[in-house]
């Protein structure tokens, strides 16, 4: 069992950045898939970014050159940098583990899930 635990969510102009990081419980953090996906209200979840410990970071689109996902196994932290902030980046963000890789980014491939976040950027 992991347990997940958010936190660095607040209210920043649009430009702006922030830090989310992610705590998780469990001894075997260095082999989990850890990801970031974000809700907007009256939206779906979605996909942010991704980082596992085969190989390189992958991003949604939406995200790709303003947000950095980093992850450090000794503190079993997850992060995730968030630069060039803009409104649309408003959302509650999740941070999600999975045991066994895959290449999905879907919400459903994921077995552990915190408690989410806020963002919400101001223009």
């Known amino acids: 069992q992991v347990q997940l635990v958010e936190s660095g969510g607040g209210l920043v102009q649009a430009g702006g950045s922030l830090r989310l990081s992610c705590a998780a419980s469990g001894r075997t953090f260095s082999s989990y898939t850890m990801g970031w996906f974000r809700q907007a209200p009256g939206k779906e979840r979605e996909f942010v970014a991704r980082?596992?410990?085969?190989?390189?970071?992958f991003y949604a689109d939406s995200v790709k050159g303003r947000f950095t996902i980093s992850r450090d196994n000794a503190k079993n932290t997850v992060y995730l940098q968030m630069n060039s902030l803009k409104p649309e980046d408003t959302a509650l963000y999740y941070c999600?583990?999975?045991?066994?890789?895959?290449?999905?980014?879907?919400?459903?491939?994921?077995?552990?899930w915190g408690q989410g976040t806020q963002v919400t950027v101001s223009s």
């Open positions: 999600a583990a999975k045991a066994r890789f895959s290449f999905s980014t879907s919400a459903d491939t994921y077995d552990y």
């Open positions: 980082a596992w410990s085969g190989g390189s970071p």
